[in-house]
């Protein structure tokens, strides 16, 4: 938008964001929308040469780990250059079954009373005789939806420079600040799901704008072991 270069290929296996999409965008040419299984294509010789070009990734796409398992494999470690790469909810505390009922309506009135909820609920796991007392579920700084098998995949690769996450839950202090920020510049933070997690997470390497969103609705499934 700002350099007039940039250029957005969006991949879906519904065609729903073509509703959203600012047509400025569509009558320059600077959005491709593919109405496919993203993995396919890039096993095509189009889709190979699309992935020399890739500078940046954007993933909110099914929230599980089976599916995170899978473009953990299939996009980013195969990727051939260092990548920028921001994934949607992987710490968002409310995925996370036992903590559902702590969710309210995620602004900045309900926010400290869900993260005690969270926190107590926690301890109330860990301390329950299931449990023998260890704490496997904590609290808000928990990954959730695909995050566990993303962090794990990171540990077990140290393919990343580092991990910066934008919820308000995992990094209260540093989310705060965000806030300020955007209220210091008038930009107002919305009152309806305002603090939603974006996790950002640099690929080591040396790299290369395509920004590919990848906002499916699918489980690949594969029993392959991590490459």
């Known amino acids: 938008r700002i350099n007039g270069k940039g250029k957005l290929s969006t991949f879906d ?73 921001f994934v949607h909810d992987i710490y968002a505390p409310f995925l996370i079954p036992p903590y559902t009922e702590c969710q309210q309506k995620m602004d900045l009135v309900t926010y400290k009373d869900e993260i005690k909820c969270v926190t107590e609920k926690a301890k109330k796991i860990a301390a329950s005789e299931e449990y023998h007392g260890i704490d496997i579920f904590y609290g808000p700084t928990q990954a959730g939806g695909e995050g566990l098998e993303l962090t794990s995949w990171l540990a077990r690769t140290g393919r990343s420079n580092g991990i910066v996450t934008f919820s308000a839950y995992a990094a209260p202090t540093f989310a705060m600040q965000v806030v300020k920020a955007f209220q210091d510049a008038k930009i ?30 699918f489980l690949v499934d594969s029993d392959e072991d991590e490459p």
């Open 188 to 217: 107002p933070v919305k009152a309806q799901r305002g603090l939603r997690s974006l996790s950002f997470l640099k690929l080591n390497k040396e790299y290369h704008l395509i920004f590919i969103s990848i906002v499916s609705s």
């Open 13 to 85: 296996l519904h065609d729903w964001s073509k509703e959203y999409m600012e047509k400025s965008h569509v009558e320059e040419g600077r959005w491709d929308f593919y109405f496919e299984d993203v993995f396919k294509f890039l096993k095509t010789s189009k889709g190979k040469k699309m992935q020399e070009t890739i500078d940046l990734f954007f993933i909110d796409a099914l929230h599980r780990n089976s599916f995170a398992q899978v473009y953990t494999r299939e996009l980013l470690a195969a990727h051939p250059h260092s990548v920028s790469v």
